[in-house]
């Protein structure tokens, strides 16, 4: 007998959730992350449902981001995983996709495309979860090429806690973030 799996998707309770998110961080701006075709859920379904709930969307998939741009959508896109190659720069310039940079190869290959826009960035710094993002030794050399090249906007910084369902939860890492982001007044995004 062929064990079967089934999961229903009620995509009004996204929204629902998504609403409670808003409601517990009122001056948030929310994006909603929809990677992996909205973690199988499908990308244009929920990104629907969600539209009129959320600020924006994140992604890794350029080809997810730019469905998004075809269908119509016109909020902002964050790019989770920045460039995988320095050509895709064009089209997140044509399509306004916001990179996020964790490595010094994308900060080098933005600053390189001389793009003819300029480009919002979050720069993704490694707190503790040690799979992407800047340390502290490479982070401000990446944030004073940002800063200094003509086709970046506005920069900000961000990280991804990864112990924060472990007891110990995110004290550690946001201090860390803390201690690297200093006295830069840039904007965050956790």
Not at 2 to 26: F, G, Q, T, W, Y
Not at 150 to 178: N, Y
Request: aromatic residues 6%; charged residues 20%; proline residues 5%.
């Amino acid at each position: 007998m062929a064990l079967k799996i089934e999961a229903h998707i009620h995509l009004d309770n996204l929204r629902h959730n998504l609403e409670c998110v808003r409601r517990l961080a009122p001056r948030s701006q929310l994006l909603a992350v929809v990677k992996a075709d909205a973690y199988g859920h499908g990308l244009l379904p929920v990104v629907r449902t969600l539209t009129d709930t959320t600020d924006g969307f994140a992604l890794v998939e350029l080809e997810g981001a730019l469905a998004l741009r075809d269908a119509g959508y016109s909020q902002p896109v964050l790019m989770l995983e920045g460039p995988y190659q320095a050509d895709e720069l064009a089209l997140y310039a044509e399509f306004e996709l916001t990179p996020v940079l964790h490595t010094m190869w994308q900060v080098d290959a933005l600053v390189e495309a001389r793009l003819p826009v300029r480009l919002p960035v979050y720069i993704k710094l490694n707190t503790g979860m040690n799979r992407l993002g800047f340390n502290e030794d490479e982070f401000a050399t990446a944030l004073d090429r940002l800063v200094a090249a003509d086709c970046v906007g506005q920069v900000t910084l961000m990280t991804h806690f990864a112990d924060a369902d472990e007891p110990s939860g995110i004290g550690q890492q946001l201090q860390r973030f803390q201690d690297m982001a200093g006295d830069r007044r840039l904007p965050v995004s956790v």
